[in-house]
């Protein structure tokens, strides 16, 4: 039986007459990187924050970590930990000083507070820039530390709002490669990201949010495959075995100078052996074949209505979809 990080069942919250979440049911399996998208305004952050114990909901039963929201928070608060969008890191204090005084916060003994500091250094490759003010220390430093000092206590749960917002491509792979670590580790993520590319790269299960309701789950290729646009591209070593196969198929778009056909499909195995087998049948053979399926950019775009990055630069659009 599937051990549950989080199970939430109609979870509502309102403030004044506008409701933000209303009936939202979550389910995170251990050990797994959940992200929650949406719209702004779509509720993700109240969501985040009714878990994390911050707010509470006007209605719902949750247990996170194994303990209900309600009655055990102090228990959820021990097995949790919490990086937000923006860095709880003290620029004033050096890189080690920042992790002694979160041990110190949890309340851990000097040396089991020192010997924690010295492996999350380690970890987190900050061992050089240890002694330096973390002011110093560029965006992509700054971030691996908040989510060192997260770690101090343990979490078995971590909540990673907007982990990667303003850094560097390289810093964002180098951070995700981190979150893959804890994964690998034990650790549950439920992530919430402005970057579409970065759920579609690191989630196991991905749920939409829009006006308070969840209206889409599931993996990154589910979702992609539950928006038309997808098609087979087949290539052909001349104009004959382009025809042949666009009057088999009955279906299809032919580009005679690129020899190649595009098939609707929505890049399952099952109807891409069916129209392998069908041309086979006929002796008509396929020098290449690629599969298009929409990204999370399009299903973001048409379940919710909206573009993904609304304020996006066509730079940022390019690198870091959200």
């Excluded at 102090?74 to 000083?97: F, P």
């Excluded at 690191?202 to 309701?213: E, F, N, Q």
């Amino acid at each position: 039986m599937t051990t549950l990080a989080i199970a939430a069942t109609g979870l509502r919250k309102s403030y004044g007459d506008k409701t933000v979440l209303d009936g939202v049911d979550l389910t995170v399996p251990e050990g797994t990187i959940f992200s929650l998208l949406g719209p702004n305004g779509a509720g993700k952050t109240t969501t985040v924050q009714i878990l994390s114990t911050l707010t509470r909901a006007d209605a719902g039963e949750v247990q996170v970590a194994g303990y209900d929201l309600t009655r055990q928070a102090d228990d959820v608060r021990g097995a949790i930990g919490v990086t937000g969008q923006y860095s709880a890191v003290d620029k004033l204090l050096t890189g080690e000083e920042n992790l002694l005084l979160m041990a110190d916060l949890r309340h851990l003994s000097k040396r089991d507070g020192r010997q924690k500091a010295k492996q999350l250094l380690e970890q987190f490759d900050l061992v050089d820039a240890a002694a330096k003010p973390a002011g110093t220390y560029s965006g992509g430093m700054q971030r691996r530390l908040d989510l060192a000092m997260t770690l101090v206590g343990d979490p078995r749960l971590i909540f990673l709002d907007e982990p990667t917002t303003g850094l560097d491509p390289r810093s964002r792979r180098a951070m995700w490669q981190i979150v893959r670590e804890l994964v690998h580790n034990g650790v549950t993520i439920f992530l919430t990201t402005q970057y579409l590319e970065e759920a579609d790269q690191l989630a196991d299960r991905i749920a939409l949010l829009d006006r308070g309701h969840l209206i889409a789950e599931g993996t990154a290729d589910e979702l992609k495959r539950r928006i038309p646009g997808g098609h087979i591209q087949l290539t052909f070593a001349d104009t004959h075995a382009l025809d042949a196969a666009r009057q088999l198929l009955s279906a299809g778009t032919p580009d005679p100078e690129a020899l190649t056909l595009q098939v609707p499909s929505d890049g399952g195995v099952a109807p891409i052996r069916e129209l392998l087998t069908r041309l086979d049948q006929q002796d008509i053979h396929v020098e290449d074949l690629s599969i298009h399926t929409p990204d999370l950019d399009d299903v973001f775009l048409t379940l919710t209505g909206q573009p993904a990055t609304p304020t996006a630069t066509a730079a940022q659009t390019t690198e870091a979809l959200r």
